[in-house]
Each structure stands twice: as structure tokens, then as C-alpha cells.
């Protein structure tokens, strides 16, 4: 099981635990606060009162295992730039954090984040992509840097395989899995919708009607998917 860092429990920082915790990962909080912590423990592994600015105290937590870091300390950025330069000396990567505007995040690239978030501009991006692109249905970042999304089928795809469509070369990204709405009849005689997954899509495999596509690519290129702006 993957253990992830969270430091700090803003709602951003709290969100980000819980949904890891739900998502089968475990999580270790650490914040100042020691009401903060008092809320989230029993919805974590392990929540620790502490300053991350402490270096001694940080090493003692023997976190130095984790498989990644999120820094969520709000408008406190010379706080999170000293905890991003300690996790980077303790060997923590990746290291996630979040900054208020383009020169915090640029600083807190380069003491050792690996990415940074500018929570604002990431929301206007969203809700923009939203509004182009739909199709996209969910997205979670990999610690590779890729995406991994759920895409709408567009009628254009249906009725030809993965073969025909050639996602690879024409989009740059893979189709790992094609989940397919079914219905089925239960015990008691009466019909539901229930989602097939076909993990091991094959190149003669045929797209259908309200189809989704799970693929992996970067975010560029799956957008240029769901745009139609793939090569010829």
C-alpha cells in the first residue's frame, strides 16, 4: 500500500488526506494545529502535532519512506518553502505544493517541489476545460506526470476498433481499459444498468455507443483526443 504525506489541514490539505484514504492509500498528516489534527486522526494512519519547519522533529517522524508529499499550508508560503526544502533533504519525492501566485511557485520549484499548484489558476483551467472538453469525465495525475483519464466515447469513434482509430499515433496516448454500460436483469426480475470493464482492450476490440475510454497520455495530447485534433 502507498503512503503519502500531507502537510497541513486547510481544506485543501484536508481534502486531499481524505481522498487519498479513500482511494486505499496510507496517509500521514502533520500540522501545527493540534485541533486540526484532532479532526482528521481518526480518518488517517498516522497524524502527528508538529512543525514542519523543524527539521530535527521532521526526521524524527521517520518519514522518510513516504512514496510522495503534498504541502497545503495556505498563504503560509515561507512555511511551506522551508518545508519543501526539508522533505527534498530527507529524500521525499515527488513533492507536491501549492503556492498562491506564480513567484511563490517558482521558488518553491526550486528549493525541490516537483510540481507546483496554483490552486486559482488551476480551477479557472478546469472550469475552462470543462466547458471544452466534457468528454473528459475524470482525470488523476500520475507521479510520472502523465494522465490517466476517463473519456466520453465521441461518435466519431463508434463502431470502429482500436485498431482502426490508432489512438497511439494519431493522439500519443494508450487505451488501458474500455468500461461498457450493460443491462442486466437482477434476482427479482427487474433491469439495470451495470458497468462492464474490458482491462485488456485487444486492437480488434470495437468501440460502442456510451463507451468509456481509460487512457494514459500526457494532458495535452488528451485533450487533443477529445478535441479531434490528433494527426491525420
Do not use: C, W
Amino acid at each position: 500500500m502507498p503512503q503519502y504525506g500531507v502537510i497541513g489541514l486547510g481544506t485543501f490539505g484536508r481534502k486531499v488526506a481524505i481522498t487519498l484514504t479513500e482511494k486505499g492509500a496510507s496517509v500521514v498528516v502533520i500540522d501545527k494545529n493540534s485541533e486540526k489534527i484532532e479532526e482528521i486522526k481518526d480518518k488517517v494512519d498516522v497524524a502527528l502535532v508538529m512543525d514542519s519547519t523543524d527539521e530535527e522533529s521532521m526526521r524524527g517522524a521517520e518519514i522518510e519512506n513516504l512514496d510522495g508529499a503534498v504541502i497545503a499550508l495556505g498563504d503560509d508560503q515561507e512555511q511551506a518553502i522551508l518545508t519543501t526544502a526539508i522533505l527534498r533533504r530527507i529524500g521525499i519525492s515527488p513533492i507536491i505544493a501549492r503556492a498562491i501566485d506564480s513567484l511563490y511557485a517558482h521558488v518553491l520549484n526550486i528549493v525541490g517541489a516537483d510540481k507546483v499548484i496554483i490552486i486559482e489558476e488551476q480551477m479557472g483551467e478546469d472550469v475552462a476545460m470543462r466547458l471544452l472538453a466534457p468528454e473528459i469525465l475524470e482525470k488523476v495525475v500520475l507521479t510520472t506526470g502523465h494522465i490517466l483519464a476517463e473519456v466520453a466515447a465521441k461518435k466519431e469513434f463508434v463502431g470502429k476498433s482500436i485498431k482502426d482509430l490508432d489512438f497511439r499515433k494519431r493522439f500519443g496516448v494508450n487505451i488501458i481499459a474500455i468500461q461498457k454500460k450493460v443491462s442486466k436483469i437482477d434476482d427479482e426480475g427487474r433491469a439495470f444498468q451495470a458497468t462492464e470493464v474490458n482491462d485488456l482492450p485487444g486492437p480488434e476490440d470495437k468501440i460502442e455507443e456510451n463507451d468509456t475510454l481509460v487512457v494514459v497520455g500526457s494532458e495535452p495530447n488528451i485533450e487533443d483526443l477529445v478535441m479531434q485534433k490528433g494527426k491525420k
